[in-house]
């Protein structure tokens, strides 16, 4: 993994200090208070008056899947990017790199980086894992369908990038424009594909009701749903820098970046 | 060519058809060999059909709706080998407004190829409408099911139970409203717990021997009698029989042999109108405990012994053989003998007021409870402010590399470490609890006390809630107010050597609450001497349990006993002005703290027990006039048992002994056993008509 030079990237930097740290602490803070405002208010015997136990978990959990959406968004989108870290076209024009290597590696490290701000949430998860009486097995399916819709969004910033280009406001806008679109309407029409709606039923009360036969498809459903969009996404990215590709004369634009790099 | 070509034809066409011939012989083999194994491996259905089950419900398949009964299910197997569950399914609840919840009584079975075996359920069976299902499981499959219709098997009136071979006792059936129903069911079936009596006003046994009882037969009946029940036993020629040892211990006196007895006696001591020609036998008595309630001169003839809240009568004389078996006042004298309580108001469907559940509030003085938002709040600005810096630390570019990069892990791994063992199961244990409420109710002159038992179960993570116990064996029933309310939950109860319960639903944080009695040995024998100096209390701890914080409250002053250990005897007198404290009707209820090392709440539970004590003794009082009380603590007899001993509990055990106290020196040295008297002492002379006067003024009162 470590051969791969923009898994390298990643891996050095996610060790230094740079805006992306930085906004991501931003992020951190607004999962610190979904936590901190889901805390349960009442006591044990409470909540056994009342028959519900607190959504700790699953609002801890939805936070940190938004988070990391809009994160990876962003990231794809390169409004922000690792200290030293290149952008995508940089790798895909100025370097003699195959555009599937370099569309591999891209995708291993946004899930090395997306496990990175999962263990920044990590304190978060834990505390509220242990007062919502959550499973390991349903947190674990939560958090990967959150790397994986994570996984998506970072393609979805990247296609944005490539074809809005440096715009900085068209693509702004149109970031965030995507995460509004495709988090809400779509979580709200078809609830199988919204990490929300996914949370809450995997974590909720009604899980433990659930019948048994209907536990596996709805996990499975939403990691093919969005593995099989990602793959869609990665066809239309390797197309889409295809094209550019072809459109280059010859590594013109960072072209001591691509020696640097072959070398 | 041709021909070499024909011969190649022929040798082409040829060995196709010998290896069609060659693969349809094999195909038959193989036909032949999926025959033979078909019988090998039997479908399901096959199986199924080889289970039979017969279940007999009640007493001779008579039950009252609204009452325990006992369920006899035999099942038997003509096929192989079976392991698998017995699974009976009872339909309770409110059928009007369709708020309807399932009890599934469950045992494990197993039966070898062509065996047979009957287990018993007690159920409570409160209508009529929806009939019991019962099941054979082994695993998912299901072998063997039987609907049973109730409809059928429906008494309205209480039931007598003769155990006779050859007694007639018909002349006490009654089927007006709370009438009598007599029934003769074969010894072998009677309940293996006492609350399968619950249908049931008296037991009659006559000419047979309680040795064919089993262990847990006898042990019922003894408990049934202790919490109340009315045992008769007639006497006869054959007196060994009421020697052996279970019968003995029930029986006022031991039979020393036969007596004579003119006609003209008998008539002078039950009627004129019993024909007796000539002279008849009856058992003779040596000393007895108890009073004879009715004599012929010297020679008892109806003796009468209290053993716990319920009695034993011996009647010296054959009820079913001459001159008795051809009387008209048979009735009578049975009904003025029996002297039978009104029935009590059905077990769950009473109108009466439900007090809250005293579980509550055990869980909100013993429980955990989840971290504080400011702990929360300190340990989130911590983590942040340290990632924060850190961040402030790589930023500056300082030479040491290595630094940053620790800086850029080490704060995530120290604070998820630190989240789970502040927040984590060290301090908020994850996985089920289990919660128990008892009041233990010694009965005087009795081993027995009555257990009343409030159970939860709850979990902080959602799955199966399996709670296995020992200790007691209660009835437990969804509680009534969650009956009245419309949700009661549906349970499965695991009967057997393993008892356990199980809600079926699986939700977290939600409290299942089940009310349960039972009658347990608890051997705690008093007795209250009030006398001119003061009161003198002499306690017999037999119970096998430390009683602590122990009070004793008489007539409006309070004594505080302290703790007293297992196996003590205590005798103690008070001065009430020395000693008492004096209190009034009601908040002697205040006087008992919170065992040591509990905080105060843990009162709450205590005082909703003793509420309820105090609403269900509305009439009389509690503990009444001329009636002592000791109150205090024990440990809980109903306890988590086998995989779940290891869940944390709240629980709480209140003892509550309602003793008479004795004027004066009426009992000196007497602790609670019954007094063991000569033949002619405390007898009732009266005529049988003077009785049911004297009967009927006891009732008033």
């Known amino acids: ?263 | 060519m041709v021909a070499n070509g024909d011969m190649v034809t022929g040798q082409g066409r040829g060995a196709p058809h010998r290896a069609r011939g060659l693969q349809s012989r094999l195909q038959r083999l193989a036909d032949v060999f999926l025959l033979l194994a078909l019988p090998c491996v039997p479908p399901p259905t096959m199986a199924a059909s080889t289970v039979d089950i017969a279940a007999v419900v009640g007493f001779t398949d008579t039950y009252q709706p609204g009452r325990w009964t006992p369920l006899n299910v035999t099942v038997t197997n003509h096929g192989g080998d079976v392991a698998g569950e017995l699974e009976v399914q009872v339909t309770g609840g409110d059928e009007l407004r369709n708020r309807l919840f399932l009890t599934f009584h469950r045992r494990k079975l197993e039966l070898h190829r062509d065996s047979r075996k009957t287990l018993q359920f007690t159920v409570f069976l409160q209508g009529l409408s929806h009939p019991l299902v019962i099941r054979v499981r082994s695993g998912e499959r299901v072998l063997a099911r039987a609907e049973i219709d109730l409809r059928t098997r429906v008494a309205a009136e209480r039931l007598v139970l003769v155990l006779s071979r050859d007694a007639d006792l018909d002349y006490l059936n009654d089927g007006a409203a709370n009438g009598l129903r007599v029934l003769y069911p074969h010894p072998e079936l009677l309940p293996v717990h006492w609350r399968g009596y619950d249908a049931v006003a008296a037991i009659v046994v006559h000419g047979i021997s309680l040795e064919r009882l089993s262990g847990s037969q006898f042990d019922a009946l003894h408990k049934w009698i202790a919490q109340g029940g009315i045992l008769a036993v007639s006497g006869g020629p054959d007196y060994a029989l009421l020697r052996s040892p279970r019968l003995s211990a029930l029986l006022p006196g031991v039979p020393l042999g036969m007596t004579r007895m003119d006609g003209s006696v008998l008539q002078r001591a039950f009627s004129a109108s019993l024909d007796v020609s000539r002279p008849v036998h009856v058992n003779r008595l040596g000393t007895f405990r108890g009073r004879a309630r009715l004599r012929a001169g010297t020679v008892p003839l109806i003796v009468e012994h209290a053993l716990g809240l319920g009695r034993v009568l011996y009647l010296t004389f054959d009820v079913a053989g001459y001159p008795f078996d051809r009387w008209n006042g048979m009735r009578e004298l049975w009904l003025d003998s029996l002297r039978l309580p009104p029935a009590p108001k059905l077990s769950l469907s009473a109108p009466e007021p439900v007090l809250a559940s005293p579980l509550m509030p055990l869980i909100r003085a013993q429980t955990a409870n989840f971290a504080s938002h400011a702990t929360v709040f300190y340990f989130l600005a911590l983590y942040l402010g340290l990632l924060l810096a850190g961040y402030g630390l790589s930023a500056r570019q300082t030479r040491r590399r290595w630094l940053a990069s620790l800086w850029s892990w080490a704060p995530m791994v120290l604070f998820a470490a630190a989240a789970w063992l502040l927040f984590g199961p060290t301090v908020f244990p994850r996985g089920a609890n289990a919660v128990a409420a008892a009041l233990i109710e010694p009965f005087p002159d009795s081993i027995y006390a009555r257990l009343a038992l409030d159970v939860g179960v709850y979990s902080n993570r959602s799955g199966a809630l399996r709670l296995e116990y020992r200790g007691a064996e209660p009835v437990l029933y969804p509680t009534r107010q969650a009956q009245r309310d419309g949700n009661a939950e549906n349970w499965v109860f695991g009967e057997g050597p393993q008892r356990f319960l199980e809600p079926l639903d699986r939700r977290r944080y939600v409290l299942h609450q089940l009310e349960g009695e039972d009658v347990i040995t608890f051997n705690l024998n008093a007795s209250v001497h009030d006398e001119a100096a003061g009161l003198r209390l002499v306690l017999d701890n037999a119970s096998g349990r430390t009683l602590k914080d122990l009070w004793l409250v008489f007539d409006g002053y309070a004594y505080e006993l302290g703790s007293i250990e297992a196996g003590a005897r205590v005798e103690r007198g008070f001065v009430r002005r020395t000693h008492g404290l004096e209190v009034g009707e009601a908040p002697w209820k205040r006087l008992l703290k919170p065992p040591p090392g509990r905080p105060v709440q843990t009162m709450e539970p205590t005082r909703i027990l003793l509420e309820r004590k105090l609403r269900e003794m509305r009439e009389s009082g509690y503990p009444g006039r001329g009636h002592a009380l000791l109150i205090g603590y024990t440990e809980n007899p109903f306890r988590p048992a086998g995989a779940s001993a290891g869940w944390p509990r709240q629980e709480q055990a209140l003892i509550a002994f309602r003793v008479a106290a004795l004027p004066g020196n009426a009992a000196a040295g007497k602790a609670g056993k019954g007094l063991l008297e000569p033949g002619n002492v405390d007898s009732d002379r009266q005529s049988p008509g003077v009785r049911d006067a004297a009967a009927g003024a006891n009732r008033r009162r």
Request: net charge positive.
């Open chain 1, 1 to 263: 993994m470590r051969s791969n030079p923009l898994v390298t990237e990643v891996l050095v930097g996610i060790t230094r200090a740079g805006k992306a740290l930085l906004d991501y602490l931003g992020l951190l803070v607004l999962q610190a208070v979904v936590l901190f405002l889901w805390w349960p208010k009442v006591g044990v015997a409470q909540m056994l008056e009342s028959q519900h136990g607190p959504h700790t978990l699953a609002a801890a959990v939805m936070a940190a899947g938004v988070a990391m959406a809009y994160f990876a968004l962003r990231a794809g989108a390169e409004e922000v990017m690792l200290p030293g870290q290149h952008g995508l076209r940089d790798w895909a024009l100025a370097t003699p790199l195959g555009l599937g290597r370099v569309l591999r590696a891209y995708l291993l490290g946004q899930l090395v980086h997306s496990l990175y701000l999962l263990a920044l949430s990590s304190p978060l998860l834990l505390m509220a894992f242990t007062v919502s009486g959550g499973e390991w097995a349903a947190l674990a399916w939560c958090l990967a369908a959150a790397l994986i819709q994570a996984m998506f969004y970072r393609l979805c910033g990247a296609i944005t990038h490539l074809t809005i280009g440096q715009h900085r406001g068209e693509s702004y806008f149109a970031v965030r424009a995507i995460l509004l679109l495709v988090y809400v309407p779509v979580g709200w029409l078809a609830p199988l594909t919204s990490h929300v709606a996914f949370t809450s039923r995997v974590l909720g009360e009604s899980a433990a009701t659930r019948p048994a036969f209907a536990a596996v498809p709805d996990e499975v459903v939403f990691l093919a749903a969005y593995a099989g969009l990602s793959v869609l996404a990665t066809i239309a990215l390797h197309r889409l820098l295809a094209r550019a590709r072809r459109g280059m004369a010859g590594p013109r634009d960072g072209a001591a970046f691509g020696e640097a790099v072959t070398s």
